[in-house]
């Protein structure tokens, strides 16, 4: 049997909005209920970003609270990996929830260029993120958040579709969601979050890949302890 295949669902990012697609979920109710649409649907790890009244990314550990809280007692098991990224806050104020243990979080390990930013991650910061998620026992997700790799990516097939299908085949794991959706594949945007999950276990199938439950997910991670 060919390794497990864990999916991801990046639901909301911090950068599309309502009006790049209907479905993406904005209030705390919204990514819950589109989040346990996506675990139903074969999704494993949910990928957290969270926004403030006016629908603008925000690092607030309440929200991050309320939205952790919430997902534990509807999607159990489920692996929750928050976002620590430079959209959402700058400096410190990026890890200001990981005192709330989340199963996982997003670890940019680099600067880089953007299309009109430059995304700057210092030395400084990434080792007090990552000293911040040692400390609570937070498993990071390193991020290779590079223009290049994307560009490389792209090269080998433009849809993020075909990102993930060539993931999948080549035995790897992939991501999937509303986030990555409006942010690679504009002309294609998908109803649901738990769509694109469903697609990814089309393409599972398809390559003969079984896909992942949360307790696989969480022995492939290393994530030993008792479920939070």
Known sequence: MSTPCIICVAITGSLPTKQDNPAVPITINEQVESTHEAFEAGACI???????????PTSDPDRFSRLLEALRVH?????????????????????????????MA?????????????????????????????????KPEVEAFDLSHIVQAARIGP?????????????????????DNVRLDRHTLAPSNAALVQRAVHLCDKHKRPVAGWQQARAILGLTGPVK
């Open 106 to 138: 997003s670890l940019s390990v680099g600067s880089n260029n953007f299309p009109n930013r430059v995304y700057e991650n210092s030395p400084e910061l990434v080792d007090w993120l990552a000293e911040r998620m040692i400390a609570h026992d937070v």
């Open 159 to 179: 849809a993020q579709l075909k990102i993930n299908e060539w993931c999948i085949a080549k035995g790897g794991h992939t991501r999937t969601g509303l986030e």
């Open 46 to 56: 949910v990928h957290c970003h969270v926004r403030d009244d006016d629908g603008k």
């Open 75 to 103: 999607c159990s098991g489920m692996i929750v990996q928050f976002s620590t990224g430079g959209r959402s806050g700058s400096g410190r104020e990026r890890g200001g929830m990981l005192h709330l243990e989340p199963d």
